[in-house]
Structure formats: C-alpha cells, structure tokens
C-alpha cells in the first residue's frame, strides 16, 4: 500500500464525502434484478419467497476483495460507478475503515476511487493499494442494487387439494407495506403457470410443503433480461 499526503486525510475525506453523499444512485441504466434469475429453476418452502426483485442499476462495477493496510481497510464487495471514478459500496456504509497513523479507525465512508491506468483503488485518504494487494475485477455491465429501492416478492404458501396459496407482498426501507399485501391462489388442475402483477413462473412441482418452479419473467414486463 502507497502512502501519500497523510497529514491532509482527514480533511480529505471530509470533502470527498460531502460530494458523494450528493450522488442518489449509480451512473447507469435502470433494471430490475430478479432472484432467481429469469429461466431459472429453484425450489421454495412454505412461507419463502419464490420470486423477489428490487430495482438495480446496470452499470460499470468493481468487485473488490478484502484489503488491509497500515491506513485503511477495504471490505469485499461490489463497489459501483457514481462517476470522476468514484466507486461506492450501495450494500456496506462502512465498507472502508480510514485509520490514523496509530493505525486506529477514526471513520468509515463507503466509497474508494479507481485509477484504471494504474489498476489502483484509493480511499480519501492519501493511500492506494495496487493489484498486488487487492483483488480487483472490474464487470462493465455489472448490477447494483439501488439503496431503499422498493423490494416485491411473492411467496408460497401451500397446496390444498391443487389449489396453490401464495401472497404478494411489497417493501420499502425494508419495512413491509400492509396496503399492498395479497394473499391469491391459482388452481393447479387450470394452468400450472402462474402470473401475478407482471411476474410469471411455471410450476414443475407442489406439495403443501415445498414448490418446484422456473421463474418465465420478472414483475417488470418491460424489462429484457
């Protein structure tokens, strides 16, 4: 790890997170991100969910692993593109420890830039770590989920007598929303597909406790996967 301008981290940091704290969402096309994915085949158990989305952003990414160092620590994970090179970690606000020069942690942010020139990544501290010290690949159609992004699943609720008993339901902050929660059941002996506000998924198998499925679309129709 390269150490450069220590005296000036903290104010650096200061004013590095100030500007991307004012970035709402990655540079990128808006998805949505379905588990499992779209042809997929999975089983459910009673009460799980069987098909969950939430909105993504389809842009350039760097998968990072864990890094440590004598100023800073990166954690693994997916760090999107928030642009100038900026790479912001949507799923861990703590992803980077920032340490003095005792080596004790006086702050998080969740972000690091990227030099592809160099293949180097730097926290807003003056310090880089090279390919050598960090694993860092770099997926240029990559996914990132968007924070507080509303969330939609629909889950199994057993089969009685071929009648099969799900419910919908929605979050957001990941808190449920009770308006928008519904219970709904499909006759197995009609159709052995199912289609619920956009999403649809073939049944291969259900019992009362378990549900064998392959998931045909997600519950935006408009979506290309």
Not at 159 to 172: D, H, I, L, P
């Amino acid at each position: 790890m390269k150490t450069n301008k220590i005296l000036l981290s903290i104010s650096l940091a200061g004013i590095l997170t100030g500007c991307v704290q004012n970035v709402s969402r990655p540079v990128g096309t808006l998805v949505e991100v379905v588990k499992p994915a779209v042809g997929q085949t999975a089983t459910a158990y009673m009460g799980n969910p069987i098909i969950k989305s939430a909105t993504g952003i389809k842009t350039d990414v760097l998968e990072l692993g864990a890094a440590n160092g004598a100023m800073s620590s990166i954690a693994a994970g997916t760090y999107c593109n928030v642009g100038n090179g900026v790479y912001r970690n949507y799923q861990n606000q703590q992803a980077v420890a920032l340490k003095n020069i005792y080596g004790q942690v006086g702050g998080y942010v969740d972000y690091v830039s990227y030099n592809s020139a160099k293949n180097e990544i730097s926290p807003p501290n003056g310090t880089s770590y090279t390919s050598a010290e960090i694993s860092i690949k770099r997926v240029s159609d990559g996914l990132c989920r968007v924070d507080n992004s509303l969330v939609k699943t629909i889950e199994y609720n057993g089969n009685a007598s071929g009648v099969m008993k799900f419910t919908y339901r929605e979050f957001a902050n990941d808190m449920a929303r009770a308006a928008f929660t519904t219970d709904f059941s499909v006759d197995s002996k009609v159709s052995d597909v199912v289609t619920y506000k956009g999403a649809k998924f073939k049944v291969n198998n259900a019992d009362n406790s378990s549900i064998s499925y392959t998931v045909i679309s997600g519950f935006d129709e408009s979506t290309n996967f």
